[in-house]
């Protein structure tokens, strides 16, 4: 079975800094997928960035960027000029394909809770 | 802007009540998900449909009936709840197939049961 371990329960940044958030994983898998997804208080889950294991490039999408160390199982997040809006927690998260690719599983962390202070 | 849509945003419920939370998706989507998740902790995983059958169970109780009447509608029926059962329900969807999967969620549904 894959963990999803996010060892930060809580952070806070200033606005306009970076800020890493931390997760690691276990798998005997060698084909997945690795999220990160942003909830803010309204619930919604929202996708924040997605890296595919087979990539060694890490993923970057505006200002969130991921450092994927594949050997190490780890997966982090950086969110730079952080804003008021990036307030939220925040859930790594495992991806497995099953069936033979008609669905998919998704294992999250415990979530790590990001506080952006004005 | 979520493209997958959730209905009602909030319900209360009886314990003896019969309600339904529904949900869509116009993506082109062949795999729909139910997940429950409880305050301050992550999504738990309920049931998996894929291609309108039901794929995966995750031992969820009976009172917890799942529906998938085509490829764009996911349906819980909900009968006989318990306090316990009062949560927040997302819906997501994903693409079958080998590449470039991603599950998208919508905004939930809470659920009170009284």
């Known amino acids: 079975a894959q963990t999803v371990t996010q060892s930060q329960p809580e952070m806070s940044v200033q606005e306009a800094e970076t800020v890493t958030l931390s997760c690691t994983y276990d798998t005997s898998e060698n084909n997945y997928y690795l999220f990160w997804y942003k909830q803010p208080p309204s619930r919604q889950m929202i996708l924040v960035i997605r890296?595919?294991?087979?990539?060694?490039q890490n993923a970057t999408e505006n200002r969130f960027s991921v450092n994927f160390q594949k050997a190490a199982k780890s997966f982090s997040l950086k969110i730079s000029d952080s804003q008021l809006g990036d307030t939220a927690m925040y859930f790594c998260?495992?991806?497995?394909?099953?069936?033979?690719?008609?669905?998919?599983?998704?294992?999250f962390g415990k979530g790590t809770l990001l506080t952006v202070n004005p | 802007d979520t493209e997958v849509t959730q209905t009602p945003k909030h319900l209360v419920m009886g314990m003896t009540n019969k309600k339904s939370l529904k949900c869509e998706q116009h993506?082109?989507?062949?795999?729909m998900y139910w997940y429950k998740q409880k305050a301050k902790k992550p999504p738990e995983l309920m049931f998996v449909?894929?291609?309108?059958?039901?794929?995966i169970n995750e031992s969820v109780p009976s009172r917890f009936s799942p529906e998938c009447p085509n490829s764009s509608l996911l349906n819980l029926h909900l009968h006989a709840l318990q306090p316990e059962d009062s949560a927040l329900y997302l819906c997501?969807?994903?693409?079958?197939?080998?590449?470039?999967?991603?599950?998208?969620f919508g905004e939930g549904s809470w659920l009170t049961v009284v």
């Open positions: 449909y894929s291609y309108e059958k039901l794929s």
């Open positions: 998260a495992f991806m497995k394909q099953l069936g033979g690719g008609s669905n998919y599983k998704l294992t």
């Open positions: 997501a969807s994903s693409r079958t197939g080998q590449t470039g999967n991603t599950i998208y």
């Open positions: 993506m082109g989507h062949r795999a």
């Open positions: 890296q595919e294991a087979y990539k060694q």
